[in-house]
């Protein structure tokens, strides 16, 4: 079956270091694979994505991501967390295999993220 | 861009009640999306349209909702005889047409929340 793992609920980490927030999934072929982060009582607001191409995805907020074929994962890394970057974070996938004309996300249960002073 | 915008932004109605929402896409877009979240959970898809016309429907749509994009603009989504269970945040999307470089990504209002007592 396909899915989206976000495998930790909640990730802590002091101001100023780097942070990681996990993401992997189960699907056949090759998938779309795109970050958001929901801040509270807001919608999801778009971070970055993968299409094809460079393995490695530069987004918003200096915010990046590699997909990792082999791991079948798409971790959000920052090099430097900001207090403001406590959020709410998802990760989602669009199947292709769901039919050419499928354009329908599945998300992640997601992570949130705190980012610690 | 304008955001897509969704009204109303909360509501609270009876067990048994019918509700209506309304989204409007960013106006350069011509595919809207509707998703339901939950509490402690990533979105789930609904619906999808093109256009007017609903290409895909989740089998999360009971026969209760119903959604309708009559002029290819803003969309509407009926929830009939309410129950607690639908007691979620209903989020819409919407997203560029074919050709656009952006035309995977899809840009999410901010919600309507709904509580059914």
């Known amino acids: 079956a396909q899915s989206v793992a976000q495998p930790e609920d909640q990730v802590n980490v002091a101001e100023g270091n780097p942070l990681t927030v996990k993401c992997t999934y189960s699907?056949?072929?090759?998938?779309?694979l795109f970050w958001y982060v929901q801040y509270p009582n807001r919608g999801l607001q778009f971070l970055l994505k993968y299409i094809t191409g460079d393995n490695l995805v530069k987004g918003s907020y200096g915010f990046e991501a590699e997909f990792n074929k082999s791991q079948t994962s798409f971790h959000l890394k920052k090099p430097s967390a900001l207090v403001s970057d406590s959020a709410l974070y998802f990760c989602a996938v669009r199947f292709l295999d769901s039919g050419a004309g499928s354009y329908q996300l599945t998300f992640g249960k997601g992570t949130k993220l705190s980012v610690i002073p | 861009d304008t955001g897509v915008s969704q009204d109303p932004r909360h509501k609270i109605t009876k067990r048994g009640q019918n509700v209506t929402f309304r989204c409007d896409p960013i106006s350069e877009h011509n595919r809207l999306y509707w998703y339901r979240q939950t509490l402690g959970q990533g979105p789930e898809f609904l619906t999808y349209f093109q256009n007017e016309a609903q290409l895909e429907k989740s089998r999360l749509l009971s026969d209760r909702f119903s959604a309708e994009r009559p002029k290819g603009s803003f969309s509407t989504l009926e929830i009939q005889r309410t129950e607690q269970g639908d007691s979620a945040m209903y989020l819409c999307?919407?997203?560029?047409?074919?050709?656009?470089?952006?035309?995977?990504?899809?840009?999410f209002g901010p919600g309507t929340r709904l509580t059914v007592l």
């Open positions: 699907v056949s072929g090759n998938p779309y």
């Open positions: 999307a919407s997203s560029f047409p074919s050709g656009s470089p952006r035309t995977d990504t899809q840009y």
